[in-house]
C-alpha cells in the first residue's frame, strides 16, 4: 500500500462565488460546502468536549458564512492536539505508564506528564 496522502499539505480553497455567480457557479460552491461540512463532521463527532470547544468557528461575517474548510480544522487539530504517528503515540503511552513518583516533590510532574500525554494522544490517529 502507498504512502497515505496528507490533505494538510496542500490549500484546499472553496469554489469562487459572488452576488453575481451563475447559478451553476452557485450550485458548485453549495455543493463544496456541503461535501465539507460531511468531511467536518467527521473530524469532530468523536471529540472531546474541551477540544471540540477549542476549535475556531466554522462560520462568520455579515451573512455568517463558512469561513473554514475541514483541512482547516484537520489542521488545527494536528498543531494543536496529535502526536503525529502511531509509533510517537506507543512511545508517549511507554513514557507514561513507566512513571513512578517515589517523593512528594514528584508529584506535580507526574501529574503534568499525564495530563500533557492525554492531550497529545487525544488527537492520535
Not at 19 to 29: H, I, N, Q
Not at 86 to 111: C, G, H, K, S, W
Amino acid at each position: 500500500m502507498g504512502d497515505l496522502i496528507d490533505p494538510t499539505s496542500h490549500a484546499i480553497l472553496p469554489p469562487h462565488y459572488n452576488f453575481d455567480s451563475s447559478p451553476e457557479e452557485a450550485e458548485t460552491f453549495c455543493v463544496f460546502w456541503a461535501n465539507n461540512e460531511i468531511a467536518d463532521y467527521v473530524l469532530i463527532r468523536k471529540l472531546a468536549l474541551e477540544i471540540a470547544n477549542s476549535l475556531p468557528p466554522k462560520r462568520g461575517g455579515p451573512f455568517d458564512m463558512p469561513i473554514h474548510t475541514a483541512c482547516d480544522t484537520l489542521a488545527f487539530l494536528k498543531k494543536h492536539f496529535s502526536v503525529g504517528s502511531m509509533v510517537t503515540a506507543e512511545f508517549t503511552t511507554d513514557r507514561v505508564f513507566a512513571m513512578t513518583v517515589t517523593t512528594l516533590n514528584q508529584v506535580a510532574p507526574y501529574i503534568e506528564a499525564w495530563r500533557s500525554a492525554v492531550h497529545q494522544l487525544a488527537g492520535s490517529p
